[in-house]
């Protein structure tokens, strides 16, 4: 079966290894950017008020949000949740992740492109990903990979492979929506003079640099699934039983 094959395996333990050594980093740049106080003497909470106002958005609410690094906008009520961490920390980390996350309701605000793609991609993502691999796996069972083309189970298999295809496009179009982001943030906290340069500018770099790699090793974990489901579907590489 499927799931015994080495390939598969490689992909599993490369992905965790990519998620796990991404996720310790920010963990680890977080608590360390925990400890560098800013001068401006902001909360997280102040740093993301500051930047919407300054962007000219005033139908955007800055909430705690419990959870560590739970930190989200969402476009859905125009809600920017802070960790309490974020909310109410006066550090460089906190400063940097909070304008981060203004950073996407000022790009929702100023319908940044990309973050609109990703928003209209968000159903097709969510059904390809959990019904995705399944729906390729019946495939597989009813002949996909049979050198016969244009088999029933194939056809199954293919519908698989583009619903999980769409959740690949959206860890994709993520990257450059958490980097955008990331580089508002800096730019807005410098201009206005709520981080300084040195220390506290390269702390917020550091741990914004750090969250958006989480996003990369998402997106190569799944291109490469993506890759192994249409193998298996015999979309690559040729057919096979």
Known sequence: MFYFEPIYMLILVLGIVLSGGAAFMVKSRFEKGKKVSIASGYTGAQVAEQLLRDAGITDVSVHEHKGFLSDHYNPMNKTLNLSPDVY??????????AAHEAGHAIQHAQNYFPMWVRSAIVPAANIGSNLGPWIVIIGIMLGAGAET????GHSIAVI??????AATAFTLVTVPVEFDASSRAKKYLQNLGIVRQGNEANTVSSVLTAASLT????AINSVLMLLYWAYRAGLIGGRRN
């Open 88 to 97: 109410r920390g006066r550090s460089a980390a906190a400063a940097g992740v």
């Open 215 to 218: 996003y990369v090793a998402a």
């Open 160 to 165: 698989g492979v583009a619903l999980f295809a």
């Open 149 to 152: 083309a244009g088999g029933f």
